[in-house]
Structure formats: C-alpha cells, structure tokens
C-alpha cells in the first residue's frame, strides 16, 4: 500500500503482552519478533509482559496498558486457538469498547496464503479499549509475522495512504 513520503511518521507507543502457559522471557520468540519489528519501523516499545492464558490475567495486564498514558496500542501474542485454555478474545471482548472485525478477517485471508486451511483455527481480534488499540494474534512467530507485515506495519504507519490507525487516534476517546 502506498506511503506518502509528504507526510511525517510519528512513532506509536507500543505495549507487547504474550499471553502463554508454556513461555518464559526467555522463550518468548513471537515477543521478540514482535519488538524487533515494531523498532525497527521506528515505533517505541511502551512496555512488555507475559501472562498466563487467564481472563483475569490477561484482563489485568490490558487495564495496566489502557491505563497507562505512555500507550498508544497493545499488540497480544497467543491464546487466540480454540482450546479450552485459549481465552484472548475473551479478554478483548471484556474490555474493548468497540471491536474491528476486519482485522481478523484480514489476517485469516493473509494467514490462508500461508498455512491454507489452518487459519481457520485462529481467532485473531482486534479492538478499541478507552482510547487504546489492542490487537490480538496468534501464538507462532510465523502469525506475528503475517500480522505485522501484512497488516500492522502501515495500518501504524501515520503515512499510510488513504487512511491509518494512527489518524484516527486523537479521536477514539469521542463521546457519540
């Protein structure tokens, strides 16, 4: 999609959470996949954590990041299958105000290029909590990488033409 070099990049503040039974910091690779490439497009990295596939946990995690005032978006990695312990979407549902339905749409349609059929399984969400974007992927290094570069990387490029997530940001807090 088309950049228009005419206007400026401002960087997002953004907030990684992995959500995982399994992971450590130091086996969070869609994490670090997520931080080198939001980096390196230039965006600041607002905050990281690792929680279990818990509402209660993923939901206190969320909250810390809406909350917090040096964050711009939540980009969640994991919990987004369809077993019993998968309950990011959940979450996303408990506390986004709106949700963006094209999001995992799109990424299933980007995610079919790549692992056919199985995309079905994702329940990849995205949402508006107070003001915040919160977008959930999956688990695999592989899914970050569709999420991301498919979708992310201009959807959070403010140069990102005919339209962007971060134009809209000065508005997402708007009573109707």
């Known amino acids: 999609m088309p950049i228009d070099p005419a206007r400026p990049f401002l960087p997002v503040r953004i907030a990684v959470l992995t959500v995982s039974d399994t992971r450590d910091a130091a086996s969070d690779r869609s994490g670090d ?16 954590a690792l929680v279990k596939d818990e509402v209660p946990a993923i939901l206190a995690a969320l909250e810390g ?18 077993t019993g312990r998968d309950v990011t ?15 995992g749409e799109l990424f299933r349609w980007l995610s079919f290029q790549t692992i056919g059929t199985s995309t079905i399984q994702s329940r990849a969400c995205a949402g508006v909590a107070r003001g915040t974007y919160i977008f959930a992927l999956p688990g695999s290094t592989g899914a970050v990488r569709d999420g991301w570069d498919g979708i992310l990387a201009s959807q959070l490029d403010s140069r990102h033409r005919p339209c962007n997530f971060v134009e809209l940001m000065p508005r997402l807090r708007e009573g109707g």
Do not use: N, S, Y
Request: charged share 25%; glycine share 12%.
């Open 33 to 48: 996949t997520l931080v080198e490439r939001l980096t390196a497009a230039g965006h600041v990295l607002a905050g990281r």
């Open 65 to 82: 990041f809406v909350d917090d005032p040096e964050v711009d978006c939540v980009i969640t990695t994991g919990g987004t299958g369809v």
């Open 89 to 103: 979407p959940e979450a996303l549902e408990r506390i986004c105000e709106k949700m963006i339905p094209g999001f």
